[in-house]
């Protein structure tokens, strides 16, 4: 009786021109809306993965771990990454887990290949390093890879010492760990909170954190419009503004943009952001009244009336 082949997996979007991404391989990344979850793929049960590694230590480690405990013996890992963004210790990584990696370094990566050994070192300590946990200093669950993942950012605090009690239904565009989100939700007068975040892990961390009957989750990205997002009375948020290590304004202002889409008139839009951000042209453009209402240490906080 045959059985049906594993599907390769691919996380993130390595680029075409360091590595093949197999016909019909399955994403894992969890910065892509919709993708399956690493996580839950059985021991020794791939036969090929080809990974975009993550920037950050731990994060990136426990990646590798989760692909490693994966794949079947002998089952192939492709690994890559920018030299200046963990791809310079890709292959030192690899080998402390048990692999023979096979390196090359081209147009400013590494590009680790290898067969997964018999014996591997280390994978069940590095998955438990990057996985889930509660933090005692936030008193909230989160995972290395989110956003500000174990501090309260600075941009976040200014918004929260000046956010006065919201009303009616609102949104939390790029929620995190749901910080914001449970201040909004102290008010009595909040009917309805959607939670919207690129990043599953802040959505599955969120649900932890925010456990409110008023809230909803949605693992979305915002440079999209999602289509059940209307006539709201108030969005909160401070977006992001790097993609992939590099500073893009673009995703603030497309933020910006579906604020405004998702906004009532005379809806009510507050905004936290580092204070060389030029977002007072798209604020100005997409809304009646725009009023900074505090800055301080490097950030600002916008009131945007539609």
Not at 107 to 119: A, F, L, N, T, W
Not at 122 to 138: K, M, S
Not at 192 to 216: H, K, Q
Not at 290 to 298: N, R
Request: aromatic share 6%; hydrophobic share 45%.
């Amino acid at each position: 009786m045959s059985t049906k082949a594993p599907p390769p997996l691919v996380y993130g979007a390595p680029p075409a021109e360091l590595a093949n991404i197999p016909a019909g391989a399955l994403q894992v990344s969890p910065l892509v809306p919709g993708s399956a979850r690493l996580e839950d793929f059985e021991r020794a049960s791939l036969d090929e993965v080809v990974m975009l590694a993550p920037a950050g230590t731990i994060e990136r480690r426990y990646a590798l771990a989760l692909a490693l405990r994966a794949l079947r013996g002998n089952g192939h890992l492709v690994a890559l990454a920018p030299k200046d963004r963990g791809g310079s210790r890709l292959g030192r990584e690899l080998l402390a887990f048990g692999c023979t990696p096979a390196e090359t370094g081209r147009r400013h990566h590494r590009v680790c290949s290898v067969q997964r050994p018999d014996i591997l070192s280390g994978l069940d300590e590095a998955i438990r390093e990057g996985g889930p946990r509660h933090i005692d200093n936030l008193a909230l669950c989160t995972q290395p890879g989110i956003f500000s993942w174990d501090r309260i950012d600075p941009g976040t605090a200014l918004l929260l010492a000046n956010l006065p009690p919201l009303s009616g239904r609102g949104a939390d565009f790029g929620c995190g760990l749901g910080i914001l989100a449970r201040a909004v939700l102290a008010s009595d007068a909040v009917s309805a909170l959607a939670l919207v975040d690129l990043d599953r892990r802040a959505i599955e961390m969120a649900r932890r954190n925010v456990g409110d009957p008023r809230a909803t989750f949605l693992w979305a990205d915002l440079r999209e419009r999602p289509a059940d997002l209307s006539r709201l009375d108030f969005v909160v948020m401070n977006p992001p503004f790097h993609d992939g290590g590099s500073e893009d304004q673009a995703l603030g202002q497309s933020f910006i943009a579906r604020a405004a889409e998702a906004l009532r008139p005379g809806g009510t839009l507050w905004l936290t952001a580092n204070t060389h951000l030029p977002y007072e042209a798209p604020l100005n453009a997409a809304f009646k009244t725009v009023a900074l209402k505090a800055a301080s240490g490097g950030y600002k906080i916008y009131e945007a009336r539609k």
